[in-house]
């Protein structure tokens, strides 16, 4: 059926099956060509427009990026420096705060240790003066009761100062004697001196 559609076909027309009649030819290049001036002259600006319009965004875009990345590496850079610098000082001062430290320990132990010696000092000569003083009240109570004692033994009054205090150092120097070591203690001068 189709070898005799093909045979009608072509004894009605040219004589081509392959070839179209020339005024569809025609026809249809003329219409390709007002498609084609119009495409030229309205479709193809406009898509040319947006696609220059979207590259220029993309690239602005791109630029952008690449602006605010260096940016964004300078910035690390610089806040990088800035911790570094805040690292070294803050290793100084707490150098610095160590050194104050050792150096306030050390006024602190030294003057602690001068308050010791201080108070050490000042025990000393309270403990002398206390000695002193015990030793010159219990030479005068020694004395009295020597004196009393004498007084008693012999029966006369020892009332005269001179008197008494040749008795009273007599019989501390042969309480000494007795006691075999001579014990002198400071001060003793002024109570044999009375």
């Known amino acids: 059926m189709i070898a005799t559609t093909l045979v009608l076909a072509a004894e009605e027309g040219s004589g081509s099956l392959l070839l179209p009649p020339f005024y ?81 320990l050390a006024e602190l132990r030294a ?25 010159i009240s219990l030479r005068t109570d020694v004395g009295t009761l020597a004196t009393d004692l004498a007084a008693r033994i012999l029966g006369e009054s020892l009332s005269e100062d001179a008197r008494a205090a040749r008795v009273v150092d007599r019989f501390l120097d042969e309480l000494d004697e007795n006691l075999g070591a001579p014990v002198e203690a400071p001060g003793a001068d002024s109570v044999r001196g009375r």
Not at 24 to 33: F, T
Not at 58 to 69: D, H, P
């Open 24 to 104: 569809d030819v025609l026809w249809s290049a003329v219409c390709a060509a007002i498609i084609g001036y119009v495409f030229w002259k309205k479709v193809l600006p406009v898509f040319t427009r947006i696609l220059d319009e979207r590259t220029e965004l993309i690239e602005g875009g791109l630029k952008r990026a690449e602006v605010a990345q260096e940016e964004a590496a300078a910035l690390i850079e610089q806040y990088r420096a800035q911790l570094d610098e805040a690292r070294l000082e803050a290793a100084r001062v707490r150098e610095e705060a160590r050194a104050e430290g050792q150096t306030i």
């Open 111 to 135: 003057k602690a240790a001068a308050d010791a010696e201080r108070i050490v000092q000042n025990a000393h000569r309270q403990i002398e003066a206390e000695r002193k003083a015990a030793e």
